[in-house]
């Protein structure tokens, strides 16, 4: 028994094969595209770990959002990073992508 376990060959899932990849493809790029907004915040000056003094602090500095467009058909990847998510930037972003 320890022989079996010493190959890895003591689970049941050890000797099933694998699943073979299951992967969908659309038939014409811009059929579907995927689009993602991720929020980020600005980073105004180096940290305490720096510098040492943790008493300072950066209020106020905000956010950037990093808008992501992917085809699915081709799989071409399109981003932006941009001031805001609202929906007339995010419209934009879209028509830039698709051009």
Same mark, same amino acid.
């Given at each position: 028994?320890?022989?079996?376990?010493?190959?890895?060959?003591?689970?049941?899932?050890?000797?099933?094969?694998?699943?073979? =990849? =299951?992967?969908?493809?659309?038939?014409?790029?811009?059929?579907?595209?995927?689009?993602?907004?991720?929020?980020?915040?600005?980073?105004?000056?180096?940290?305490?770990?720096?510098?040492?003094?943790?008493?300072?602090?950066?209020?106020?500095?905000?956010?950037?959002?990093?808008?992501?467009?992917?085809?699915?058909?081709?799989?071409?990847?399109?981003?932006?990073?941009?001031?805001?998510?609202?929906?007339?930037?995010?419209?934009?972003?879209?028509?830039?992508? =698709?051009?």
């Amino acid at each position: 028994m320890t022989e079996i376990r010493r190959l890895g060959l003591n689970r049941l899932a050890a000797l099933e094969p694998p699943r073979p =990849v =299951v992967r969908y493809e659309r038939e014409r790029p811009g059929e579907l595209v995927h689009l993602d907004i991720k929020k980020l915040g600005k980073i105004g000056r180096v940290g305490h770990r720096i510098h040492g003094n943790r008493r300072t602090r950066v209020t106020g500095i905000g956010w950037e959002y990093k808008h992501v467009d992917l085809d699915d058909h081709s799989r071409l990847a399109y981003a932006e990073v941009l001031a805001d998510e609202t929906a007339e930037t995010t419209a934009g972003f879209l028509q830039r992508a =698709v051009a």
